[in-house]
C-alpha cells in the first residue's frame, strides 16, 4: 500500500497532500522536530522527532520504500528514498528520479559553496498559486505511478 510522507518542517503545501489523500485513502505520515496541526483523521499521523540535523530525513528514509511517496525540498533526503525505491517529489512539484537527483545535489553543493562565499544572498521565489496547483498535478501523477508499484 502507497503511504505519504511529508518532511513536514517548512513544508509549504501539506494542506494540498491532505486531500490528495483523503481522495486515494493513504495513510500519511507528517514528520517533524515540532507539534503541527493535522487533520483530525486516523489516516495522518503526526511523528514529532528530537530536534537535530537530519533526525526527520533519517525516520522518513529508514521507513520508505517501494511504492511510497515523500514530500521534500531536502535533496540529500530524495537521493536516500530513491535509492530506497521510492518516489521523491519537491513542495514545487518537481520529481526527483535517478536520472536528476545526481545534477540535483551537485547544484546544491555548489550553491551551499556561493552562499558561503557570500555570492548568493537572497532565497527562492516567493511560492503563489500557479506552484500549488503544479504540486497538485504532479503529487496526483506520483501516487497513481506508486500504487501501480504496489499492486
Excluded at 89 to 113: K, N, P, Y
Amino acid at each position: 500500500m502507497t503511504v505519504l510522507y511529508i518532511d513536514a518542517d517548512a513544508c509549504p503545501v501539506k494542506d494540498e497532500v491532505y486531500k490528495v489523500a483523503a481522495r486515494y485513502g493513504l495513510k500519511t505520515f507528517v514528520v517533524s522536530n515540532s507539534w503541527i496541526r493535522v487533520p483530525l483523521t486516523p489516516a495522518i499521523e503526526q511523528i514529532v522527532v528530537d530536534a537535530g540535523p537530519d533526525i526527520a530525513d533519517d525516520w522518513i528514509a529508514e521507513r520508505a520504500g517501494p511504492g511510497d511517496v515523500v514530500i521534500t525540498n531536502d535533496i540529500p533526503l530524495a537521493d536516500r528514498v530513491l535509492k530506497a525505491g521510492g518516489a521523491a517529489l519537491g513542495t514545487t512539484g518537481r520529481l526527483f528520479t535517478v536520472d536528476t537527483i545526481g545534477s540535483a545535489l551537485a547544484s546544491r553543493m555548489i550553491g551551499e559553496h556561493l552562499r558561503s562565499m557570500g555570492e548568493i544572498t537572497s532565497g527562492p521565489k516567493a511560492f503563489g498559486p500557479a506552484d500549488r496547483s503544479k504540486f497538485l498535478q504532479a503529487l496526483d501523477t506520483a501516487v497513481v505511478k506508486a500504487r501501480r508499484v504496489v499492486r
